[in-house]
């Protein structure tokens, strides 16, 4: 167990829809950067868990990339969640149209440990990503576990390994990949 609960991040991720004329409007939530193509957004908010809408990337130096960060269009997202035996997670998967010249985290895990992860802290995906050695913590403006929104909860998955699994699949820091 790695404990980076008082490190901040080295790569900081906001996500913001797309404004007029390709800026990046309000951030509507933090992630991680998962792979040069991948970012992770745990707890995510209804806005951003819809594929129809247009997205923007910031990514610099955390917890919040300002002026000087890099800027990279989503191609798609997906949705990972879970609803079984007190852990209840979900995580927006976004696709980067372009790879970030930012490196990913140099964390490692494997789809078990993850699993293992996942149910000690009860969907808790901050804790999660740190204890497996993502240097992050929790962005003061992300939702305490369990207070957010569980508009997810219809895709949610019964199974913490089917959950695992569609986070590990897109991480370079979880061999073996899918």
Not at 108 to 118: E, F, I, P, Q, W
Not at 153 to 172: K, N
Request: hydrophobic share 45%; glycine share 12%; aromatic share 6%.
């Amino acid at each position: 167990m790695n404990d980076h609960s008082t490190q901040s991040p080295a790569v900081g991720a906001t996500v913001h829809l797309i404004g007029p004329g390709g800026t990046a409007g309000p951030a509507l939530a933090h992630g991680i950067l998962a792979g040069p193509r991948s970012v992770l957004v745990p707890d995510p908010p209804r806005t951003v868990g819809d594929p129809w809408q247009r997205y923007l990337v910031r990514l610099g130096l955390a917890p919040d990339p300002g002026d000087g960060a890099e800027a990279l269009r989503v191609a798609g997202v997906s949705l990972a969640a879970v609803a079984v035996d007190g852990v209840r997670a979900a995580v927006a998967v976004l696709s980067l149209a372009s790879p970030s010249a930012q490196a990913p985290a140099a964390a490692s895990t494997t789809a078990d440990g993850l699993v293992d992860s996942v149910r000690r802290h009860g969907g808790d995906l901050w804790a999660v990503f740190a204890e497996l050695g993502y240097p992050v913590t929790r962005p003061p403006s992300a939702p305490a576990p369990g207070s957010g929104d569980d508009w997810w909860t219809g895709f949610a998955a019964s199974d913490v390994s089917v959950f695992a699994a569609g986070i590990c699949c897109i991480s370079v820091n979880c061999p073996p990949r899918c």
